[in-house]
């Protein structure tokens, strides 16, 4: 492989900026320095920060089985042009991802594919617990728990508690995180019936209310204890959810939680405005949840964002309320919405990088490989001007279109990529190749553990 260097950047490492810039050789850094010295591709960063590209714990690139929604190549591509290096894809694909020979064929389905490197997240589901065993061997990054019916089964939902029980149980002999979607199945259930003829976007929030959620967070974090699994909450979207991670933490449990930018920058106001560009699961919900989920990001109580990225087309986002496919798209313009909030003072950089990069990082194994800018990491990284834009629909490479951030106006202008040492994105456009590579959850020391 060819070497790199970049020079005239601001490089963030060790929680602070320095003068200088990288050398690469072979995909790693290999040195840090004012002046890093010529090599094979030389980059004038003139004067951009350099941070470490960002490490997106949870999207859906529909690949096998849903092309006309997304696949690897443009799921992969939006990743790259938002400046994130490494994706976890979920395991609801046709075929689900439920033992180790359909974790084998979407693996080599998807390889050579991929602009960014990639992990895959297995399911657990109540078909498949005497296959968890294999499905971690073969490198799964993650198991994925549902505790309500889906529409879209398999995977299908764990909707009895001894199930849970004995799943959880079982994945914490692999010493992989449980990744649970928490909510409550026949809260679900009723409040759909009762909002069933509501035409208001808000209809959507009201048939889903907190309680949905925080009895399922209850639940699974009690289990979780029980089985010694290694928990990890998805998408959290109330305070009351956050404040029981808080209070197991405190009891000395291993309880991790991502948001998403969507859960941390807007609330139910949104709903009248946004319409079908705001509908997801679990819902945005009100001001008083937008700002402690905000508040435990910036204390670290919440670990990492993450986008949910889960395209639609626009057929399947239009229609009533309750009706329609829930699911936004992301990947794109998370890094950049979550620098502006630290540009603009509401967060600190290190938080903002820290939570997009290294904290999810570490969790996966990976402390010192991915997530940081330093000698013997992957030379993952991401040159960003701090220039005002607008993010335009028009610009995302995803199929799926529906966001609530298009209009939105930002800080960061995402405007080289490097992965594993090769440049995918020259001034914000996609220049490089399909080289992304399968990646696994790394060695599960002590200080992964309680990440």
């Not at 209009?407 to 220049?431: E, K, M, Y």
Request: a neutral charge; glycine letters at 10%.
């Amino acid at each position: 492989m060819t070497s790199l260097s970049i020079h005239n950047a601001r490089v963030w490492a060790d929680g602070r900026f320095f003068e200088g810039g990288v050398r690469v050789e072979d995909g790693r850094i290999a040195a840090l320095a004012r002046d890093p010295g010529k090599a094979d591709t030389v980059l004038d960063a003139a004067g951009a920060m350099l941070i470490p590209g960002a490490v997106d714990m949870h999207v859906h690139f529909r690949d096998p089985g849903s092309p006309h929604k997304e696949d690897f190549g443009t799921g992969s591509a939006a990743a790259a042009l938002g400046g994130v290096t490494t994706v976890l894809d979920m395991p609801n694909t046709k075929p689900a991802v439920l033992d180790a020979s359909s974790f084998t064929a979407k693996r080599t389905a998807v390889s050579g594919r991929s602009f960014v490197d990639f992990g895959l997240i297995a399911a657990a589901d109540p078909s498949n617990q005497a296959h968890i065993a294999r499905l971690a061997e073969a490198g799964a990054a993650a198991f994925k728990f549902f505790t309500y019916e889906r529409r879209d089964a398999p995977p299908a939902g764990i909707l009895d508690d001894a199930t849970l029980l004995d799943l959880l149980r079982a994945v914490a002999e692999t010493g992989v995180r449980a990744h649970v979607h928490a909510e409550n199945d026949s809260l679900v259930k009723a409040g759909r019936a009762r909002e069933r003829d509501s035409g208001d976007w808000s209809a959507h929030l009201r048939s889903r209310p907190a309680l949905v959620e925080e009895e399922a967070v209850a639940r699974t974090i009690l289990f979780a204890r029980e089985a010694g699994a290694l928990l990890h909450v998805c998408h959290l979207s109330s305070a009351r959810s956050l404040a029981l991670i808080e209070r197991a933490r405190r009891s000395g449990q291993i309880v991790t939680a991502e948001a998403t930018p969507q859960h941390l920058l807007l609330d139910e106001k949104g709903y009248a405005l946004l319409g079908a560009d705001l509908i997801m699961v679990p819902p945005v919900r009100t001001e008083e949840d937008r700002g402690a989920l905000h508040m435990g990001l910036a204390s670290g109580a919440i670990d990492a964002v993450a986008t949910d990225h889960a395209p639609h087309t626009d057929d399947d986002k239009t229609g009533a309320p309750l009706a329609i496919s829930t699911g936004l798209v992301g990947v794109q313009w998370s890094y950049p919405l979550m620098l502006t909030e630290a540009l603009e003072g509401r967060l600190t950089l290190a938080r903002a990088i820290d939570a997009m990069s290294t904290r999810p990082a570490t969790m996966l194994g990976w402390r010192g490989k991915k997530g940081v800018i330093q000698v013997g990491a992957d030379a993952d990284l991401v040159l960003v001007e701090q220039s005002a834009s607008v993010l335009d629909r028009s610009a995302l490479a995803s199929r799926g279109h529906s966001t609530p951030f298009a209009g939105t106006r930002v800080r960061a202008r995402i405007r080289d990529v490097i992965v594993g040492g090769r440049v995918q994105v020259a001034d914000s456009q996609l220049v490089g190749a399909p080289t992304g590579v399968f990646v696994t959850p790394g060695v599960r020391s002590p200080e992964t553990r309680k990440a």
